[in-house]
């Protein structure tokens, strides 16, 4: 078991590094980015909002296909890749890039490296409820494919994929100022009212 985990750390540490060295150019722009889905300042919260809404609105606006849309996604992201290593340093001013500053970036990438460790390990738990479990696995594949159709039928697409983004950039915020927290031990005691009442009546 020991083995296993210290493999496991020593896996996480090494892929975390090489995280490191590709997002070397983009340390300064995560930083601030990392900022603003925390909610360093009140009115960061806004400012996403506001921003996620003027995007979604100009897609709405402009309807383009799903091609173009794909094409001037990829465009922007090699117009990115290209410029935001040269620009960074002039904007930001790379002498100014502190220990505490590289331990937040070391942070972020191990977090980036967990979430794709765990995406893995939940994508081989389906594959083995597949390989061991075939009826089960089919049932609740069908099941859930069944109920995002269902969803994605009653919800525009657009607006759909919208909600999903706000809730995605929001997500690290909440959590980082314990709203989630707040609300499941707001939803824990409501439920825990409603067995109670239940109980009593079955009393």
């Known amino acids: 078991m020991a083995d296993g985990d210290n493999k496991s750390a020593n896996l996480l540490a090494q892929d975390t590094a090489q995280l ?57 992201l090699c117009l990115a890749d290209y410029l935001v290593p040269t620009l960074a340093p002039r904007v930001f001013g790379s002498n100014k890039w502190t220990t505490e500053q590289q331990q937040r970036f070391h942070e972020i990438c191990g977090n980036l490296v967990k979430t794709q460790h ?37 919800v525009h697409n657009l607006f759909l994929t919208y909600l999903i983004v706000s809730f995605l950039l929001l997500l690290p915020g909440m959590n980082q100022h314990g709203v989630l927290t707040k609300y499941a031990s707001m939803a824990k005691r409501e439920i825990n009212k409603l067995l109670k009442q239940k109980e009593k009546k079955n009393e």
């Open 20 to 76: 490191e060295e590709q997002l070397q150019g983009w340390g300064e722009v995560i930083l601030a980015g990392d900022r603003v889905v925390r909610w360093e300042k009140p009115w960061f919260p806004g400012a996403l909002m506001g921003g996620t809404t003027m995007l979604f609105l100009m897609i709405y606006y402009l309807d383009p296909s799903v091609l173009t849309g794909l094409s001037c996604a990829i465009m922007l």
């Open 118 to 154: 765990r995406t893995v390990g939940w994508w081989k738990r389906l594959c083995t409820l597949k390989e061991e479990k075939p009826k089960m696995y089919f049932a609740s594949v069908i099941s859930s494919l069944l109920a995002v159709a269902w969803i994605g039928q009653q």
